[in-house]
């Protein structure tokens, strides 16, 4: 067990639709990365927060957002999903933004665009 | 920028095969982190290994050994007497150690995909 909870584990919708995933960090970490991973793919990284605020932006759509808040958790916030959204997205957290800390990852939350 | 390369996409090899997974990193830090992980069928991502720029010792843990050279910026991964239960997707990964720029510090290789045939 990672210690990163990511819910939900399973999400179905139709396309434009928008969800929210949920990701709560392991105790005493402050840094959280969110990734997403489609079918056969690699961790496509999208957004990184460290205590609160962005740090680091990749490949994230515009319908796509994020924030973490005071506690520390993270919501990833996705709009008008299309059906090339199905993938799996991790959530994970380290105790600093950059450095000799590893990366922890959650289970992932596996979302389906019907 | 930072960036490392898994040239192998897919390996297949029989039980009890030794298999060797390469990594390869750009960085232009002298102080660095390497890593490795491992996603299995079932999905999660484990953390196996970290180790640092300074340290080129290689480590052994069991079955796995991990060889790292800086002078071919390399940082491979053997699996001695492969099982079954190895089939999974390995990433490499890199970390610098400042917060400088607010590029994205760690950074992942795209995996290889390790089948190991019964």
């Known amino acids: 067990d990672s210690g990163v909870t990511q819910t939900p584990k399973h999400l179905i919708t139709a396309t434009g639709q928008r969800v929210t995933l949920r990701c709560s960090p392991r105790?005493?970490?402050?840094?959280v990365y969110w990734y997403q991973q489609s079918l056969d793919q690699g961790l496509q990284f999208l957004i990184q927060?460290?205590?609160?605020?962005?740090?680091a932006k990749g490949n994230i759509l515009e319908r796509f957002s994020a924030q973490q808040f005071p506690d520390l958790h993270s919501e990833l916030n996705l709009s008008s999903l299309e059906l090339g959204d199905s993938a799996l997205y991790f959530c994970?957290?380290?105790?600093?933004?950059?450095?000799?800390?590893?990366?922890?990852f959650g289970n992932g939350t596996r979302l389906t665009v019907t | 920028a930072q960036k490392v390369t898994q040239a192998q996409t897919e390996i297949s090899v029989v039980e009890k095969e030794d298999v060797t997974l390469d990594c390869v990193y750009e960085?232009?830090?002298?102080?660095?982190?390497l890593f490795w992980y491992k996603q299995p069928p079932s999905g999660e991502l484990v953390f196996l290994i970290r180790?640092?720029?300074?340290?080129?010792q290689n480590e052994i843990s069991g079955r796995y050994s991990w060889n790292f050279q800086k002078s071919t910026s390399s940082f491979n991964f053997t699996i001695t007497a492969s099982q079954v239960v190895d089939s999974a997707v390995y990433f490499c990964?890199?970390?610098?150690?400042?917060?400088?720029?607010?590029?994205?510090?760690?950074?992942f290789g795209p995996g290889t995909r390790l089948s190991v045939l019964p």
């Open positions: 994970a957290s380290s105790v600093v933004a950059a450095g000799s800390s590893p990366l922890h």
């Open positions: 105790s005493g970490d402050l840094s």
């Open positions: 927060y460290y205590n609160g605020e962005e740090r």
């Open positions: 960085t232009r830090d002298t102080t660095y982190y």
């Open positions: 180790r640092n720029s300074f340290d080129e």
């Open positions: 990964a890199l970390s610098e150690a400042y917060d400088r720029d607010y590029g994205q510090n760690f950074v």
